[in-house]
């Protein structure tokens, strides 16, 4: 079976546009989260999805959105780019909400903003 | 403040000998804990998870241990293999209770490096 998976893989913007990031879960996994991480640092939790609906929302600007479509794909949408916004995006799938079990990463996406 | 820490950057370890890396958390409402490792340019990868209502779990060789009175949990891998080379995470979740999810609290890694 195929992992979680993102598109694309590396992105190059400029400060002020607006970028779309794209996942798709593990086939029959329902909930799928997104992460922001920076060098040096470990993954922050920015949104969670379960059923097309959020769950829950971490500490970021409302700039950061997101939805889940009913295949249960997901996009991460972020306007007006500021240069602290260049970060690996990682997408991560989970069979149920909670603690049903582990969170399962994809590979990422790289997007820097100059 | 950092409510998951993993306070050494780096570890060396001889091939064969056993790595031990560890993680402190503050949060007394986190009650499920995962190590994750992660090679550059790729995706964290899932290796172990425990609840906190056991105090270790095995999986070929790794072993994850939690001490929940002292907030501390460990990860051993036995033996240690060249492979092993990358950065393994420690995160944490706290129940799901309806007002929404937290997602999962990472620390900032360690290094692990395996030399031949």
């Known amino acids: 079976d195929a992992g979680v998976t993102q598109s694309p893989t590396h992105l190059i913007k400029t400060r002020g546009q607006q970028v779309t990031l794209r996942c798709s879960p593990i086939?029959?996994?329902?909930?799928v989260s997104w992460y922001q991480q920076v060098l040096g640092q470990g993954p922050q939790f920015i949104f969670q999805y379960y059923e097309k609906e959020e769950r829950g929302r971490g500490n970021f600007p409302d700039r950061f959105s997101a939805r889940q479509f009913p295949n249960y794909s997901s996009e991460l949408n972020v306007n007006a780019l500021l240069l602290g916004d260049s970060a690996l995006y990682l997408c991560?799938?989970?069979?149920?909400?909670?603690?049903?079990?582990?969170?399962?990463f994809g590979p990422g996406t790289r997007l820097l903003v100059l | 403040d950092q409510q998951v820490k993993q306070n050494s950057p780096s570890l060396s370890v001889q091939e064969g000998r056993i790595s031990i890396l560890n993680c402190d958390y503050t949060n007394s409402m986190f009650d499920y804990f995962l190590w994750y490792k992660k090679y550059p340019a790729e995706g964290p990868t899932f290796l172990i998870s425990?609840?906190?209502?056991?105090d270790k779990n095995e999986d070929g060789r790794f072993t994850v241990f939690l001490n929940k009175s002292a907030k501390h949990l460990s990860l051993h891998i036995v033996p240690s293999q060249p492979g092993d080379s990358a950065v393994y995470f420690c995160a944490a979740s706290a129940p799901y209770s309806g007002g929404g999810a937290d997602g999962l609290t990472f620390g900032k890694g360690t290094h692990l490096i395996i030399q031949p």
């Open positions: 086939s029959g996994h329902k909930s």
């Open positions: 991560a799938s989970s069979l149920l909400l909670g603690q049903g079990g582990p969170q399962y």
């Open positions: 425990i609840s906190s209502i056991k």
